[in-house]
């Protein structure tokens, strides 16, 4: 058994898609460890997306992870990380709708910013973002 961090973004909060983002990973047979809705500040968005600090994109994407309240999931699954990594798609929403029609990305991101959802890339990135949100009593 694997956990990983899953994001739903502020343009999916703000379109209604929390029900659905959560029901997809229930149906493909995840379970639900830790939730909670809050709204970053500019400088726990930057902290969270640290690695990012040098990309040219990275005040545009604390920008917006700052624009509106953001729901975080911590979910359990065998080969969590990857299988969800798969199920969200690729980054850009306009690439996701062509390659993986069916990606939560395609479903319900606009573009290269505006995707939806964030979710951890590798063991390592999941055991940064985990304790960076929830804390051990939060995790069930
Ligand atoms: P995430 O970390 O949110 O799960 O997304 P990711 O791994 O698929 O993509 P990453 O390269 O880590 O980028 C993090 C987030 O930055 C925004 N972004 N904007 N305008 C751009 O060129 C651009 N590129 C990336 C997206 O919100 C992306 O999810
Ligand atoms: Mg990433």
Do not use: W
Not at 36 to 55: L, P
């Amino acid at each position: 058994m694997e956990r990983t961090l899953i994001i739903i973004k502020p343009d999916a909060v703000e379109k209604g898609a929390i029900g659905k983002i959560l029901d997809r990973f229930i149906q493909e047979g995840f379970t639900i460890k830790a939730l909670k809705m809050f709204r970053f500040t500019k400088e726990q968005a930057q902290k969270f997306y640290i690695v990012h600090k040098e990309r040219p994109f990275y005040g545009e994407l604390v920008e917006f992870m700052t624009s509106g309240p953001v729901v975080a999931c911590v979910l359990e699954g065998q080969n969590a990380i990857s299988r969800v990594r798969e199920i969200i798609g690729p980054t850009d929403s306009e690439e996701a709708r062509k390659v993986a029609p069916n990606s939560i990305r395609a479903l319900f991101g606009t573009d290269k910013g505006k995707n939806a959802i964030h979710a951890s890339d590798s063991p390592e990135s999941a055991s940064y973002e985990i304790p960076f949100i929830f804390s051990e009593l939060e995790i069930c």
